[in-house]
């Protein structure tokens, strides 16, 4: 058995919404749509992971839309749920890192932590990647025992991981 030794990044559900979605005329949603192909195309150097949470997203919506997201999901390696994952989750809500409404969030973050992640990426600034809760959330997992998991953005990790 050979290791894999590129970084392991969680493909939150939000980025592989971008990277289907429909053009849009928004300036900020064309950047991250481009971001989120530049990752996709870069994923030779990356070894992709879901959970069951993505899959459940993902799957939601319109069916041709859901089709096209789940075809993408098909190819990243996805991470079985465990009673850890649950447990992590209820302490990083417990604890205020997320609201009790974003459990689902809650969920990508405790898979992440629990199987290793070096990365999770996301475009949820609301819950994951704004930099108040990526302090938060990094503070708890902390606590918990866990190694460090960069919270971050397609742009932001293509600049860090791609251009060194």
């Known amino acids: 058995m050979t290791l894999n030794p590129n970084p392991r990044i969680y493909i939150e559900t939000s980025v592989i919404s971008y990277l289907t979605a429909r053009p849009n005329r928004d300036l900020i949603a064309q950047a991250r749509q481009q971001a989120s192909r530049e990752l996709w195309e870069a994923r030779e150097r990356f070894e992709f992971c879901i959970s069951p949470e993505v899959i459940r997203e993902i799957s939601a919506g319109d069916t ?10 098909s190819q990243m390696t996805l991470l079985t749920g465990s009673a850890p994952v649950n447990q992590i989750a209820d302490i990083l809500i417990s604890r205020h890192a997320l609201p009790s409404l974003a459990y689902p969030d809650a969920l990508h973050i405790a898979h992440a932590a629990l199987y290793g992640m070096n ?20 503070a708890v997992l902390r606590d918990l025992g866990y190694a460090e998991v960069a919270i971050t953005t397609p742009i932001d990790l293509l600049e860090g991981e791609i251009s060194c």
């Open 64 to 73: 041709l839309a859901a089709q096209e997201r789940l075809v993408y999901a």
């Open 119 to 138: 990365y999770i990426v996301s475009w949820n600034f609301r819950h994951i990647s704004g930099v108040q809760q990526r302090r938060h959330i990094e």
